[in-house]
């Protein structure tokens, strides 16, 4: 009989002090605001202007992460990133990254970030709406439309 009194005491001392996390977890004043965008307003951050082949809107630029809006039509140049995950889904069209290999002939822009040149021994992917993939720092990529196709994505890039 003890052993239960004992049992129900603790539960009795644990189940007081939840409420108490609860409620600062639940009913802390958010710092943010609440940020919404109707789609015509995402749509037209993406609208490639004419002439153009790239169009981009970064949307969150903070120190540790930013979160940018792309369409592409045509080839990118190759880039490597040596701080940053890139985390992309894609919204809409078709198109391709190329990953991988080695990226020769690049320039070195600072702060790890290599541009331009070719990737040698590549993997090319083929991308469609819904699709994700995560390229970790380091390895470089090629994003591009298929001909006849724009590729619009989302990209979260987070620093390592």
């Known amino acids: 009989m003890h052993y239960w009194k004992t049992c129900a005491a603790i539960g009795a001392l644990l189940m007081t002090g939840l409420p108490a996390v609860a409620q600062t977890a639940l009913h802390s004043t958010p710092t943010d605001p609440v940020v919404f965008q109707p ?35 045509a080839n990118t140049q190759a880039e490597a990133h040596g701080h940053w995950y890139d985390y992309v889904h894609v919204l809409a069209g078709e198109g391709t990254v190329t990953y991988g290999g080695t990226q020769e002939g690049g320039r070195d822009t600072g702060d790890l970030e290599v541009r331009g040149g070719t990737l040698v021994g590549a993997k090319t992917q083929l991308l469609h709406a819904g699709d994700r993939i995560v390229l970790p720092p380091g390895v470089p990529h090629l994003f591009t439309g298929t001909p006849g196709h724009t590729l619009t994505y989302l990209i979260f890039k987070q620093r390592r």
């Open 39 to 73: 789609a015509a307003e995402v749509e037209a951050m993406t609208r490639l202007a004419d002439g153009k082949t790239t169009a981009s809107k970064i949307v969150v630029d903070h120190e540790n992460y930013f979160i940018e809006y792309v369409t592409r039509a």
